[in-house]
């Protein structure tokens, strides 16, 4: 069985949302959104040539699968943004669905991370604006 394989059985048969994958080597999350990968990225976890799965990969997802060197990528549901940087970075994409944008969870509007990302191309600037947009939404949902 293939990396990119296995990490997609194991996100489509159990609770995981993110899941990367090479040779024995396995690290997974059930956090929502970027933030598995952006925890995986602070710890210092050494991802290059990984095949990942998650369930929704939009652009800033994209983007921090290329900073991690992630050689594959699976995701139920991919956005047009995702496989741009994907291609740009000659990184192997498959999907289940793709769609034109990532919405927010409220469905009113884009992802709160694809809004972060729009306007940005440098990888290492992204991983800034995203962790520096997490911080802000966690400390908004603790009422700070």
Known sequence: MTDIDKAK????????TCVLCKDDNVHSSAQRGVSPMVEFINSGLDLNGFSAADKIVGKALAMLFAMSKVKEVYAVIMSERAIEIFEKYNIQ???KTLVKA??????TGPCPM?????????????????KNKLDFLRSKSQGN
């Open 114 to 130: 694809e809004a972060t990302v729009k306007d940005i191309d440098d990888l290492s600037e992204a991983f800034s604006a995203i």
């Open 102 to 107: 990532i919405i927010n969870r409220e469905g």
């Open 93 to 95: 994409y498959s999907y």
């Open 9 to 16: 059985n194991l996100l489509l048969s159990n609770n995981f």
